[in-house]
């Protein structure tokens, strides 16, 4: 039976429009979901998503275009190496990807 991501907090960033979620399950093997989400003609739509939904140390970064999630690019690491690594890279490029985002929209 998958483990339930029952850990939930967020991240609220500069452009008030923006958030990072973060859900983990607390019992192991932890499975994760982290995603950058932006606010856009007042709908809350996701921009990229870290997981591992389908093996504990396969982790899987996906962006959108749109509102179509894309295959993802895909990393072996130990959980807790890759969540730390996938917020780092949002906190540092949020306003890259949401601007990336927003390109495909138009």
Do not use: C
């Not at 429009?17 to 979901?33: D, F, K, N």
């Not at 709908?43 to 982790?59: G, L």
Request: no cysteine; charged share 35%; net charge neutral.
């Amino acid at each position: 039976m998958p483990a339930v991501k029952d850990r939930e907090r967020q991240i609220y960033l500069e452009d008030g429009q923006s958030r990072i979620v973060v859900r983990r399950s607390s019992t192991h093997p932890v499975e994760y979901a982290i995603t950058l989400i932006t606010r856009h003609d007042g709908r809350d739509h996701a921009v990229r998503t870290f997981d591992n939904a389908h093996d504990v140390e396969e982790h899987h970064e996906h962006r959108y275009i749109g509102s179509e999630k894309q295959p993802p690019s895909i990393v072996r690491r130990s959980v807790n190496d890759a969540m730390k690594r996938a917020e780092e890279a949002l906190l540092a490029h949020w306003r890259a990807y949401v601007d990336e985002w927003k390109q495909t929209i138009r």
